[in-house]
C-alpha cells in the first residue's frame, strides 16, 4: 500500500464480504483485498497487515497481500474474552482472557493483572462499557471498564499501564466510556453522572466538561472526539467534542449512533430508529449510513454498511 493511502476495514452495501478499502479518493473507493470469512473484529496492524480473532479463540495476523498467518495468542471463551488492541507501532497487543488482562510483545506474553471475576448480570447499553487501548504515542495502555468490579490498585476496574514495563501509573474506579486522544496523549472518561475527566501522564486528573457521551472515538490527530449521545426520542444523536477548547461543535440530526473516524475530518456511524419490541428497547438500524464531515457540516449516505477499524490511526498532531 502506498503509504499516503487512507484504508478502512469493513463491508460494503449489499455485500457481507469483509474487505480493506482504500478511500484515498471517497468519490473513486475502491477494494484492495478481502478478509477471510471467518475474521472476527479486525484491526489494522499497519497499511499491510491486519489482525482478527477466529473462531477458535485465536488472536492472529495476516498480510493483507495474502500469505500465511501468525498466531498472537490463544484466549479462554467467556463474557470480554478476546477484546484486543494493537499497539500504535504495531508490535505489542493487549487482550482481555477471562478475568487476566494480558499484552504480548517481544519479550512474551505477560499478565497485566487479574481483575474480580465479572458477575452475572444485565448491561445497560449507555453506561456500561470495557474500553482496551494504548494510547496514541504508545507510552501507555489502558483498560476501562465497568463489568470486573470491586478491586483497587492492581486490580482496579479503571487502569492506565506504562506500554514498556506495565507499571502502574494510575487507578481509578466508577468510570466507564473512556477514549485516548491529542498528542501527547491524554485520556478522556466520564462518570455516572456524565462529568467528563482527563487524565495526563504530566499533570494527572483534570475535570472537564458535563458530557454523557456513549463510546467516543478520537480522530488520528488527536483534535475531535466523535461519540453517540441519547436523546428524548429514544434515539442517538452524533456529537463531536473539540479537544482543544473543551467543548461541543457539531452535532448530526437524531436517529444516528456507532461512530469511527475514516479520517481526521470524516465520521462514519449508521442510521437508527426506534424499536418497542428490541432488546431493552434499544434503537435499531435503519440500514442506512453516513459520512459525516466536521469541516463542512455536512452528511452523505455512505456506501459502508459497516466499519471495523480505519487506517491510519494515528496522523501528525493536531494540536
Known amino acids: 500500500m502506498p503509504a499516503g493511502d487512507n484504508l478502512v476495514i469493513g463491508t460494503v452495501v449489499g455485500d457481507p464480504t469483509i474487505v480493506v478499502r482504500d478511500i484515498q479518493d471517497p468519490a473513486n473507493a475502491k477494494n484492495v483485498c478481502t478478509l477471510d470469512s471467518g475474521a472476527l473484529a479486525p484491526q489494522f496492524v499497519s497499511a499491510s497487515t491486519v489482525a482478527y480473532e477466529t473462531a477458535e479463540n485465536q488472536i492472529v495476523e495476516a498480510p493483507v497481500a495474502g500469505g500465511p498467518t501468525t498466531l498472537i495468542a490463544t484466549y479462554s471463551s467467556g463474557f470480554g474474552s478476546g477484546q484486543y488492541a494493537v499497539s500504535p507501532d504495531g508490535r505489542s497487543v493487549t487482550y482481555l482472557d477471562g478475568n487476566a488482562w494480558h499484552v504480548v510483545s517481544s519479550s512474551g506474553n505477560r499478565v497485566l493483572s487479574t481483575l474480580p471475576a465479572a458477575p452475572n448480570r444485565g448491561v445497560a447499553f449507555n453506561q456500561d462499557d470495557s474500553f482496551l487501548a494504548f494510547s496514541p504515542d504508545g507510552l501507555y495502555v489502558a483498560l476501562f471498564q465497568t463489568f470486573h468490579v470491586g478491586g483497587s490498585g492492581e486490580t482496579a ?27 501527547p496523549s491524554r485520556l478522556f472518561f466520564r462518570d455516572n453522572s456524565g462529568n467528563l475527566h482527563r487524565w495526563d501522564p504530566s499533570s494527572g486528573l483534570s475535570a472537564m466538561t458535563s458530557l454523557g457521551w456513549v463510546r467516543p472515538k478520537a480522530s488520528p490527530d488527536g483534535r475531535w472526539i466523535a461519540y453517540t449521545f441519547p436523546t428524548v426520542s429514544g434515539v442517538g444523536g452524533v456529537g463531536f467534542y473539540s479537544v482543544q477548547s473543551n467543548s461541543v461543535q457539531n452535532t448530526s440530526p437524531p436517529g444516528r449512533s456507532g461512530v469511527r473516524f475514516l479520517t481526521n475530518d470524516l465520521v462514519w456511524y449508521i442510521g437508527e430508529k426506534q424499536c418497542s419490541t428490541c432488546f431493552g428497547g434499544q434503537p435499531t438500524p435503519t440500514g442506512v449510513t453516513y459520512i459525516y464531515s466536521i469541516a463542512g457540516s455536512s452528511e452523505i449516505t455512505s456506501r459502508l454498511a459497516s466499519t471495523s477499524d480505519a487506517w491510519p490511526k494515528v496522523t501528525a498532531p493536531g494540536l
Request: hydrophobic residues 40%; proline residues 4%.
Open 157 to 183: 476496574p479503571d487502569q492506565v499501564r506504562k506500554a514498556s514495563d506495565g507499571q502502574l501509573v494510575y487507578s481509578t474506579t466508577g468510570m466507564t466510556m473512556a477514549v485516548w486522544a491529542s498528542v
